[in-house]
């Protein structure tokens, strides 16, 4: 059974502190790792990444892949109250729906 | 641009009521799926479609049905709802299974009581 697995659960950082958030998975005939940022209401589309080793960036936020490890992780450097979401990994692999992890709590205080 | 559009946004029932979420998507995205999401526990697949007229199960299946009797509009009926499907409900779409993100709708928050 396809499986994703986020960690930590729940985090609490200072405004200006970098965070890194972890995502592995086991996904029979991988194809595909995505990220996304869920404040109040619908989740948002971060990354979405199919290499490994290959860096995405978006101002702050940064991603990558380890396609032998089997893990993604998120960076979020200097951040800001407005980060404050869950952040949503699901993997892939094209034939079948996404499967999404549990989700991380961040929140982020002044 | 609406992109996708989930109708209510909040409602109450109570105990073996029915009643019917819409989503409608703009996108002309083949592919629309249901998610149930409730505290600790991610997005809980209930079912999907892959196209007009057709659907499949999801993780979470048992006590909701689906229809997709046009491309741009997928419905999700609770036929006796109860407690335990008090929860927020997520529409998504999507070009492709896989390869593409999927597109959410703001959610129907729902209680049963």
């Known amino acids: 059974e396809d499986k994703v697995v986020q960690s930590p659960l729940s985090l609490v950082v200072h405004e200006g502190d970098t965070v890194t958030l972890n995502c592995s998975y086991e996904v029979t005939n991988f194809r595909s790792l995505l990220w996304y940022k869920q404040e109040k209401k619908a989740p948002t589309f971060l990354f979405m990444l199919?290499?490994?080793?290959i860096e995405k960036k978006s101002g702050r936020l940064s991603s990558i892949l380890d396609k032998k490890e089997l893990f993604s992780i998120l960076n979020i450097t200097a951040t800001q109250t407005g980060d404050s979401a869950v952040y949503l990994c699901?993997?892939?692999?094209?034939?079948?729906?996404?499967?999404f992890g549990k989700g991380t709590r961040l929140s982020v205080i002044a | 641009n609406a992109g996708v559009t989930q109708t209510p946004k909040f409602r109450v029932l109570k105990t073996g009521q029915s009643m019917t979420l819409l989503c409608a998507q703009d996108?002309?995205?083949?592919?629309m799926y249901w998610y149930r999401q409730d505290p600790g526990m991610g997005l809980r697949l209930i079912h999907y479609s892959v196209g007009e007229g057709t659907t499949a199960k999801g993780e979470v299946p048992d006590g909701y049905n689906v229809s997709r009797l046009k491309k741009q509009n997928f419905l999700l009926g609770l036929e006796s709802a109860a407690p335990s499907q008090t929860s927020v409900y997520f529409c998504a779409s999507s070009y492709t299974q896989g390869g593409q993100p999927q597109h959410f709708g703001d959610g129907t928050r729902l209680s049963i009581l």
């Open positions: 199919t290499s490994s080793g």
């Open positions: 996108m002309n995205h083949e592919y």
């Open positions: 699901a993997g892939s692999h094209g034939n079948t729906p996404l499967v």
